[in-house]
């Protein structure tokens, strides 16, 4: 089993163009979630899903789109790039509302330029 | 608002010493609280899950303890090997089970 698998692992960006970050997931878990990890600021959670079809916020949420069209992908949209959003992109995952050891991908590291 | 702290933020010892790694935290009302080890330039590996029922757990030469009713967790870490040499985070979980806040991590270095 693979667990959590991020693509692409660097990327670099210009300042307004769009990009998408992939999660998949071969645990067979329901919740899925973004955070991004800054120095100083340790990680914060973007957005979140309970299932498939089901997403919200988190604590960082703009400038960023999610959706959950599968219980295995779960896709981070960033639509007009901003040096701001520079950082370092983990995707986790849990079993469910009751069991919520959380395993977390490898990483991709976003600059934008 | 949840806010997760955890001190020392660095530490370097000699290999063979026991460590215990603090993380304190503001809100009690937790789901459960997990421990984890990143490796520079790598993700996050889960090392201990304390639920919030529970009051301790093990893994070989890790053992985590959880004083919810204090906001207090420590990790203790036996017998320290360079190999240990880490960042170590401790995150909670909300009542709701869909966000973790974490803390700012601790450097461990361990010297042969």
């Known amino acids: 089993n693979a667990g959590v698998t991020q693509t692409p692992k660097f990327q670099v960006l210009k300042t307004g163009q769009s990009m998408t970050l992939q999660c998949a997931q071969d645990?067979?878990?329901?919740?899925m979630s973004w955070y991004r990890q800054d120095p100083g600021m340790g990680l914060r959670l973007i957005h979140y899903?309970?299932?498939?079809?089901?997403?919200d916020q988190g604590e960082v949420p703009n400038g960023y789109n999610v959706s959950r069209s599968t219980t295995e992908d779960f896709p981070l949209r960033l639509l007009s790039a901003a040096p701001s959003q520079t950082s370092v992109y983990f995707c986790?995952?849990?079993?469910?509302?009751?069991?919520?050891?959380?395993?977390f991908g490898q990483g991709t590291r976003l600059t934008v330029v | 608002k949840q806010e997760v702290t955890q001190i020392p933020a660095a530490l370097s010892v000699p290999e063979g010493e026991n460590l215990v790694l603090n993380c304190s935290f503001t809100?009690?009302?937790?789901?459960?609280l997990q421990w984890f080890r990143q490796d520079p330039g790598k993700g996050l590996t889960s090392l201990l899950l304390i639920q919030s029922s529970q009051r301790e757990q093990t893994s070989g030469r890790l053992n985590a303890s959880l004083d919810k009713s204090s906001g207090r967790s420590t990790l203790y870490i036996a017998a320290s090997q360079p190999g240990d040499s880490a960042t170590y985070l401790c995150?909670?979980?909300?009542?709701?089970?869909?966000?973790?806040?974490f803390g700012g991590g601790t450097r461990l270095m361990v010297k042969p």
């Open positions: 995150a909670v979980f909300n009542n709701a089970g869909n966000m973790l806040t």
């Open positions: 899903s309970v299932g498939a079809g089901i997403t």
């Open positions: 986790a995952t849990t079993l469910d509302r009751d069991y919520t050891e959380a395993f």
């Open positions: 645990m067979n878990h329901e919740y």
């Open positions: 809100d009690s009302a937790i789901y459960n």
